[in-house]
C-alpha cells in the first residue's frame, strides 16, 4: 500500500483541474464548464490511494509497536491520530469541492430559482474546501515526523544501513512544512507523498521487516 498508493494519488491528481487560486466569477465559469461526472471519478482515484498510503502507515505503525519503548508507542499513537486527521481533510475538501461543482451545475433543483444564491454558496463551499486544505501541512507533516522519529529511536534504532529508510518520513515532513515558509510548493507536496515508497519497496524484496526490529 505505501507503494502503490502514492501512484494511485499521482494518477488521479494529475488529471484534476487546478483550482489554487482561482475565485469569484473566474471559479464559477470553470467548474460549469467541468464534466461532474468524469470529476467524480478522478477524485474517487485520489482519495482511494489517499486511503491506501494512509492505511499502509496505520498498518506499519502498529506493527513497529511491537518492539517499541513506551516513548516510541506514544509518538507512534499521536502520528497515527496525525495521519487520521490529514485523512479527515482529504475527504472533506473532496466532498466539499464535488459540492460546489454540483451546485455551480445546477445539479439540485433546490436552488434553481435563485441563480445568484446558486453562485454564492458555490463559492462558499470551495472557499471552505480551500481553507480545510490549508491545515494539510500541519496534519500530514506533523504525522510523518512523529512516525519517522518513533521508527529510527529506542528499541528501533536501525541496526542494518536498510533500516534507515524507517526515517525518510522526516525528509518529507520537513518538504511538507515548508509550504508555511512559501517554498517547495507541488515538488514538496509530492515529496511528502512518496518518501514511503522507497519503504515499502524494501518491504516487497525482502530488505525489510515489518517489525522493523530486524533486517532480513
Same mark, same amino acid.
Given at each position: &500500500?505505501?507503494?502503490?498508493?502514492?501512484?494511485?494519488?499521482?494518477? %488521479?491528481?494529475?488529471?484534476?483541474?487546478?483550482?489554487?487560486?482561482? +475565485?469569484?466569477?473566474?471559479?464559477?465559469?470553470? *467548474?460549469?464548464? /467541468?464534466?461532474?461526472?468524469?470529476?467524480? *471519478?478522478?477524485?474517487?482515484? *485520489?482519495?482511494?490511494?489517499?486511503?491506501?498510503?494512509?492505511?499502509?502507515?496505520?498498518?506499519?505503525?502498529?506493527?513497529? &509497536?511491537?518492539?517499541?519503548?513506551?516513548?516510541? @508507542?506514544? /509518538? /507512534?499513537?499521536?502520528? @497515527?491520530?496525525?495521519?487520521?486527521?490529514?485523512?479527515?481533510?482529504?475527504?472533506?475538501?473532496?466532498? =466539499?469541492?464535488?459540492?460546489?461543482?454540483?451546485?455551480?451545475?445546477?445539479?439540485?433543483?433546490?436552488? #434553481?430559482?435563485?441563480?445568484?444564491?446558486?453562485?454564492?454558496?458555490?463559492?462558499?463551499? !470551495?472557499? &471552505? #474546501?480551500?481553507?480545510?486544505?490549508?491545515?494539510?501541512?500541519? #496534519?500530514?507533516?506533523?504525522?510523518?515526523? /512523529?512516525?519517522?522519529?518513533?521508527?529510527?529511536?529506542?528499541?528501533?534504532?536501525?541496526?542494518?544501513? &536498510?533500516?534507515?529508510?524507517?526515517? =525518510?518520513?522526516?525528509?518529507? #515532513?520537513?518538504?511538507?512544512?515548508?509550504?508555511?515558509?512559501?517554498?517547495?510548493?507541488?515538488?514538496?507536496?509530492?515529496?511528502?507523498?512518496?518518501?514511503? +515508497?522507497?519503504?515499502?519497496?524494501?518491504?516487497?524484496? %525482502? !530488505?525489510?521487516?515489518?517489525?522493523?526490529?530486524?533486517?532480513?
Amino acid at each position: &500500500m505505501l507503494v502503490l498508493g502514492p501512484i494511485v494519488m499521482m494518477a %488521479g491528481f494529475v488529471t484534476l483541474p487546478d483550482f489554487e487560486g482561482v +475565485v469569484g466569477q473566474e471559479y464559477l465559469d470553470e *467548474v460549469k464548464a /467541468l464534466d461532474l461526472d468524469m470529476t467524480f *471519478v478522478k477524485m474517487f482515484i *485520489v482519495a482511494t490511494g489517499v486511503l491506501m498510503l494512509f492505511g499502509g502507515f496505520f498498518l506499519l505503525s502498529q506493527d513497529l &509497536m511491537a518492539n517499541s519503548g513506551k516513548v516510541q @508507542r506514544d /509518538l /507512534l499513537m499521536m502520528s @497515527r491520530m496525525g495521519f487520521m486527521f490529514a485523512f479527515t481533510v482529504f475527504y472533506l475538501f473532496f466532498a =466539499l469541492q464535488i459540492e460546489s461543482i454540483a451546485v455551480a451545475q445546477g445539479v439540485n433543483d433546490a436552488y #434553481a430559482d435563485d441563480p445568484a444564491l446558486v453562485d454564492e454558496l458555490a463559492l462558499d463551499a !470551495h472557499y &471552505m #474546501a480551500e481553507g480545510i486544505w490549508g491545515s494539510m501541512p500541519i #496534519a500530514w507533516g506533523t504525522a510523518l515526523l /512523529l512516525f519517522g522519529i518513533a521508527a529510527v529511536t529506542g528499541n528501533n534504532s536501525p541496526k542494518e544501513s &536498510m533500516e534507515w529508510a524507517y526515517g =525518510l518520513p522526516i525528509i518529507g #515532513a520537513l518538504a511538507m512544512m515548508s509550504s508555511f515558509l512559501g517554498v517547495g510548493g507541488f515538488a514538496a507536496f509530492l515529496l511528502a507523498m512518496f518518501c514511503a +515508497v522507497p519503504i515499502g519497496v524494501l518491504m516487497l524484496t %525482502g !530488505h525489510l521487516k515489518d517489525t522493523g526490529a530486524e533486517s532480513d
